[in-house]
């Protein structure tokens, strides 16, 4: 099959279409023929070596954590899927460098899968895994928003930000949020109640007795001086200190758990318009796709995600 690797760690120009062999699929796993994936922070970042700490990974890597696509194999243990199934999927790629998203084949864990809505294409599905189930847990996992609730999501444009405003705004809550002036049409558009230009502003002088917030951008002290002495605050862009860990209120870390189940239905709000998959721009499979791809993620100034497609 073909895939786009990298043999080192370095630029965008590392990133490399060659040939590899064939996933090898476990017995609770099923192989699914990709008709896209997305870019999320997290692939050029771990390109420029920054996830070594976490991943050890040997040479040739294939990045990727976002899939939609056919199942066209399925492994002796698995029930609920069959051949011929649409899905969609964040698979599990920590353990190996081989079994990334960047392919024209993935193998991916049965309890990893969603079948994905008819209402949905493929490169709207492929937008959602990573950062959709990541805001989706965050949100209704971890800082337990409710109706009535004041929460705010840093960097609501990025990719988690756009999916966590809207899913906090379904829940009822009041939901500011921190961006460029520009952005704020696509914001106001998308549910939010407050959008703050952090060019001009600083949140600790505009916002106060919050209930909730969700840092992405390590502003942790920022968000820990608007919270209420009973607020929750959940982090997936900071190491907390001592110091803040011994704040009155709960702060936490999070790291993106996969989960079948949960992109289900989070598709299915995707599929009855309840929250809205931005999206950027579809880019080809090809090593100049994927070079542009990580260029324009790595620059910040996407407006939306960034989706490969893998149809001819």
């Known amino acids: 099959m073909q895939a786009v690797v990298i043999n080192q760690y370095g630029d965008a120009d590392e990133l490399t279409m060659t040939e590899l062999p064939m996933p090898t699929m476990a017995t609770d796993e099923v192989l699914v023929e990709l008709k896209a994936t997305s870019i ?20 040739p890597i294939v990045l990727g954590w976002d899939l939609s696509g056919v199942i066209t194999a399925v492994g002796a243990d698995v029930t609920g899927f069959k051949v011929g199934d649409e899905v969609f ?22 309890d990893k899968l969603a079948l994905k809505p008819a209402a949905i294409d493929w490169q709207t599905a492929a937008a959602i895994p990573l950062a959709g189930l990541t805001a989706y847990q965050v949100v209704k996992d971890r800082l337990h928003v409710q109706a009535g609730d004041k929460v705010l999501i840093q960097a609501g444009a990025g990719g988690v930000g756009l999916f966590a405003i809207q ?13 460029s002036a520009a952005q704020r049409p696509l914001l106001e558009g998308l549910g939010a109640d407050e959008v703050i230009d952090y060019h001009e502003h600083d949140i600790t002088a505009v916002l106060h007795d ?103």
């Open 40 to 59: 999320n922070p997290i692939d050029w970042k771990a390109r420029l070596g920054l996830m070594q700490g976490m991943m050890h990974w040997d040479f």
């Open 89 to 110: 999927a964040r698979p599990d790629t920590l353990q190996d460098g081989t079994r990334g998203t960047y392919a024209e084949f993935a193998a991916v864990k049965a």
């Open 167 to 179: 899913i906090a705004k379904a829940l009822g809550a009041y939901v500011a949020t921190t961006a």
């Open 210 to 312: 919050y209930d909730a917030v969700f840092d992405t951008v390590s502003a942790v002290d920022d968000g820990l001086a608007i919270l209420k002495p009973n607020g929750r605050l959940v982090t997936i862009d900071a190491q907390l200190t001592e110091q803040q860990q011994a704040a009155s209120q709960a702060v936490s870390t999070w790291w993106l758990q996969t989960n079948g189940k949960q992109l289900a239905e989070l598709g299915a709000m995707v599929a009855a318009g309840t929250v809205k998959v931005v999206i950027d721009r579809v880019l080809p499979f090809t090593e100049a796709g994927l070079r542009t791809a990580h260029q324009l993620s790595e620059s910040h100034h996407s407006h939306g995600k960034i989706v490969i497609s893998m149809e001819k």
